[in-house]
């Protein structure tokens, strides 16, 4: 969570080697990540921007195939068949597998953005870097890059940090929270640990009741229940993180859910 995008810049500039920090060091899995080579830290962190290009011509597919190219060596036979297989499961994952043969520039903003995180998927590093993943996006398509973003964590053991100035999806979708502010952390846990009225007033100078965001949580908690989103006993124990049983009750009376269902 930040309210500055110079900020979010160079975090992630630092957080990509595109950036020397003026002082600390980065590390992945124990090593200073200035002392990793630029290919074999593209093997491990794969990073999708906030704002991406491409050329009109350039189709689906070959797009997401340049996520391969860090397993690339000039002048060494590279295993064609393991990058096909990489590209095809990060098309299916994403629901890009229909538009492989079309043009990047035909699809609309949601898809583009799924495509490329296929793009970094296929580079098959284990942590992905995402820069407001789900900026000017409708909500439709906002629900499915988020969702999208838990199943890969969930499933497929991805670590992901995302920058996000959206309070309720980052409450929602996130393990631990980083709020930072003029450059500083100032606080840092779990949405359970760190959600008051008083951070939000300190990251975004608005005042807020902390019982406003925890209805947006537990509204948006009951409706992946009814939708079979997630699993009734998580989602169980995430709400008593915030709310009492007259709450849930309330809740579960509100929208006529059943008692199986919470």
């Not at 860090?70 to 994403?94: C, N, Q, S």
């Not at 999806?169 to 640990?193: F, N, R, T, W």
């Amino acid at each position: 969570l930040d309210l500055s995008a110079p900020q979010n810049r160079n975090f992630k500039a630092c957080d990509t080697k595109n950036l020397k920090p003026a002082g600390g060091k980065i590390l992945l899995q124990g090593e200073d990540i200035a002392q990793i080579r630029q290919k074999q830290f593209a093997q491990s962190v794969a990073v999708v921007h906030q704002y991406n290009t491409a050329p009109p011509d350039l189709t689906v597919e070959k797009l997401v195939s340049y996520g391969r190219i860090p397993y690339h060596k000039m002048g060494v036979p590279f295993d064609k068949a393991k990058d096909m297989e990489r590209i095809e499961w990060a098309l299916e994952i994403t629901n890009t597998t229909k538009h492989k043969d079309k043009t990047v520039s035909q699809l609309s903003g949601g898809q583009k953005q799924r495509v490329w995180i296929a793009m970094a998927l296929a580079q098959d590093a284990k942590v992905l870097l995402l820069e407001e993943p789900t900026t000017y996006l409708d909500i439709r398509y906002q629900l499915q890059i988020l969702r999208l973003i838990r199943r890969l964590n969930e499933e497929y053991g991805f670590t992901i940090i995302m920058v996000l100035h959206d309070v309720n999806q980052s409450l929602y979708y996130s393990d631990e929270i980083v709020a930072l502010k003029a450059g500083k952390c100032i606080a840092q846990g779990s949405p359970q640990q760190i959600l008051s009225g008083e951070l939000i007033q300190k990251v975004y100078d608005v005042t807020l009741k902390v019982s406003d965001i925890q209805s947006v949580i537990v509204n948006n908690i009951i409706n992946d229940i009814i939708n079979n989103k997630i699993k009734t006993v998580t989602a169980k124990t995430f709400c008593n993180g915030f709310c009492d049983n007259s709450v849930l009750l309330s809740c579960r009376k509100s929208q006529n859910i059943s008692k199986s269902k919470l």
